[in-house]
T-cell receptor
Framework: GESVGLHLPTLSVQEGDNSIINCAYS??????FIWYKQESGKGPQFIID?????DKRQGQRVTVLLNKTVKHLSLQIAATQPGDSAVYFC????????????FGSGTRLLVRP | GAGVSQSPSNKVTEKGKDVELRCDPI?????LYWYRQRLGQGLEFLIY????????KSGLPSDRFSAERTGESVSTLTIQRTQQEDSAVYLC??????????????FGPGTRLTVT
């Protein structure tokens, strides 16, 4: 089956620094990955996605890197701001359906002023 | 415009009671998803509705859980004979089309269920 894990439960960074949040997945057949941001009391918010035929995708201040060889993806946030403080989840699409995702347990990002 | 709404926002119930959670998706969204999020955990898929197709109930953890959807509008998730392990935040999401979740999928704020 599929499992998705994160390396660190909490990441503390200085405002203005870059943040890197890591995620590992177990199923080499997973072909689509999403990063979500979840603020306290709110539902997850889509940040960025990447398909398995890519190894890098950039958005506004965010970059996702995918290493299929070691089944690892990361989310990089440039110039981290206080508003970036939240829990970040990675999710991988399962191979048996187009709409089921396996979520990691989340990393809490704390931004120090 | 209005997003996905859920009610109640918080629900405290006694063990053994039944609860009903409601989700109002974005108007016109044909796909609707329910997820469960235990404290400090990621989301677990529960059930998926797409238009008039038979729902995918494969994520429901037991027969105490059921969900209905009226056409392409409101959905209710019912948990019968609640147990303490049912305590979690229940999230609903909708999307204009089915298939892959992603940038077109919008989540509600969730219902926090506490079973005492």
């Amino acid at each position: 089956g599929e499992s998705v894990g994160l390396h660190l439960p909490t990441l503390s960074v200085q405002e203005g620094d870059n943040s890197i949040i890591n995620c590992a997945y177990s199923n080499s057949a997973s072909d689509y990955f999403i990063w979500y941001k979840q603020e306290s009391g709110k539902g997850p918010q889509f940040i960025i996605d990447i398909r398995s035929n890519m190894d890098k995708r950039q958005g506004q201040r965010v970059t996702v890197l995918l290493n299929k060889t070691v089944k690892h993806l990361s989310l990089q946030i440039a110039a981290t701001q206080p508003g970036d403080s939240a829990v970040y989840f990675c999710a991988a699409r399962t191979t048996d359906s187009s709409y089921k995702l396996i979520f990691g347990s989340g990393t809490r990002l704390l931004v120090r002023p | 415009g209005a997003g996905v709404s859920q009610s109640p926002s918080n629900k405290v119930t006694e063990k053994g009671k039944d609860v009903e959670l409601r989700c109002d998706p974005i108007s016109g969204h044909t796909a609707l998803y329910w997820y469960r999020q235990r404290l400090g955990q990621g989301l677990e898929f529960l059930i998926y509705f797409q238009g008039n197709s038979a729902p995918d109930k494969s994520g429901l953890p037991s027969d105490r859980f059921s969900a209905e959807r009226t056409g392409e509008s409101v959905s209710t998730l019912t948990i019968q004979r609640t147990q303490q392990e049912d305590s979690a935040v229940y999230l609903c999401a909708s999307s204009l089309r089915g298939a892959t979740p992603g940038p077109e999928q919008y989540f509600g704020p969730g219902t926090r269920l506490t079973v005492t």
